[in-house]
């Protein structure tokens, strides 16, 4: 199961933040749209995200409701059939939330910095720091808090639960 370090983040000051990020990561950027379609399921979360282009990835995700950098176990399956794959996971667990997004990606390292502008909720950062194969979490913590500070990322500006839990408290 591959793992990594996350935060999530209200973004304070969004276009100076990616600028920021565009800097460390030597002007290398990545521009997606994403819908991730979130099923109903007794732990954890699984969602199939579908991008532009017709294909997709079926992720089942752990991680802990917080605020503080906190390690994601996670499992990922492409596909190139998305659409069959949601009619079967809908007729067999139905569908919990939709989110949808615009997400621009920039590589920090070992780190994934997404700046996600996200329908009915607003503008977020999410840093990844991917772990290695027998890394430990405190030196992804470390990497993330350092890539927090570098951005200006804040405390109170940490969320600690996922979109699709937002959406769903807003009632969207």
Do not use: W
Request: proline share 2%; with cysteine.
């Amino acid at each position: 199961m591959a793992r990594n370090i996350e935060i999530k983040a209200k973004s304070g000051d969004y276009q100076g933040q990616m600028s920021i990020a565009e800097n460390l990561s030597g002007g290398k950027v990545q521009h997606l749209f994403q819908e991730d379609t979130f099923f109903c399921v007794p732990e954890g979360r699984l969602k199939l995200r579908e991008f532009g282009d017709s294909t997709g990835e079926l992720i089942q995700y752990e991680r802990p409701d917080t605020v503080e950098p906190a390690e994601c176990r996670y499992i990922r399956h492409a596909t190139d059939d998305p659409a069959s794959l949601k009619e079967t996971l809908t007729k067999s667990l139905g569908i919990r939330a939709v989110v949808r997004k615009k997400r621009t990606v920039y590589l920090v390292g070992q780190t994934r910095i997404h700046f996600d502008e996200v329908e009915d909720l607003g503008k977020f950062i999410e840093l990844e720091v991917v772990l290695r194969q027998g890394e430990d979490t405190d030196s992804g913590v470390a990497i993330a808090e350092d890539l927090m500070k570098k951005l200006g990322i804040v405390r109170q500006d940490l969320i600690e639960q996922a979109y699709v839990d937002l959406l769903e408290e807003r009632g969207t």
